[in-house]
């Protein structure tokens, strides 16, 4: 780790905010299994709803599903439980973790529904659980991720557009509904963050 943390500091380049890149994270679908819980409440206000099942939804937006009901997806959108205790991906919170070691700065970059009580309660109460309250202070809530500065925003959103042309370079979250798209940068297991990151950062991969 301590090899990366040199590189990054005498590269001798300057990145978006300064000497230091900066990773932007999104929440939902890359940070946490955000569905599967849809899924659970989706199915509790309406058991016949048409579930699509994990690792088999070809399209981001459920309200594509046919057959599905608008004003269910609503209500589940808006339950305030779909926000808690969120599970977290896979090897996500580890090279969060490790990147931090590495003297790259993070930012969380997330989407809210602020129609919905529970959601930014929820998304900073799992930030305090899963990797400590100061992180709380990193999360950047916003309905246009072309605003925030960064070098790179890992998200499972295929397409991402705003009021600008975004200065991150954007690496796809792997997941079931975006692994049609042909994309140059993706990120299958974010264990593997050194090889994701490293290129698009100008920055050697450690051995």
């Known amino acids: 780790m301590k090899c990366l943390t040199l590189a990054v500091h005498m590269s001798g ?3 978006v905010n300064g000497n230091t890149p900066t990773i932007l ?3 939902d679908g890359t ?4 569905s599967s819980r849809l899924n ?3 199915l509790e206000l309406d058991p016949a709803f048409p579930i699509v099942p994990e690792g088999q939804r070809v399209g981001f937006d459920y309200f594509w599903v046919p057959g599905a009901d608008r004003d269910t997806i609503l209500a589940a959108m808006n339950d305030p439980r779909l926000y808690q205790d969120l599970e977290p991906i896979e090897g996500v ?4 973790r490790e990147i931090e070691a590495a003297g790259i700065d993070q930012f969380i970059c997330s989407t809210p529904t602020w129609s919905n009580p529970g959601c930014v309660p929820g998304k900073l109460t799992s930030l305090a659980k899963d990797l400590g309250p100061e992180w709380q202070n990193r999360l ?6 072309t605003l925030v500065r960064g070098d790179v ?3 499972d959103k295929p397409v991402i557009t705003g009021a600008h042309a975004p200065v991150w370079q954007h690496v796809m979250f792997d997941q ?8 140059p940068h993706r990120m299958t297991d974010p264990r593997n963050w050194r090889e994701t990151f490293a290129p698009l950062l100008g920055i050697p991969v450690p051995a």
């Open 31 to 34: 940070m946490y299994h955000w």
């Open 176 to 183: 079931d509904y975006n692994s049609h798209i042909d994309t």
């Open 153 to 155: 925003l890992a998200d």
């Open 40 to 42: 659970e409440i989706l």
């Open 93 to 96: 919170m580890e090279a969060i």
């Open 140 to 145: 950047i809530l916003t309905h246009d991720k």
């Open 13 to 15: 380049m300057r990145f």
């Open 25 to 27: 994270w999104d929440m």
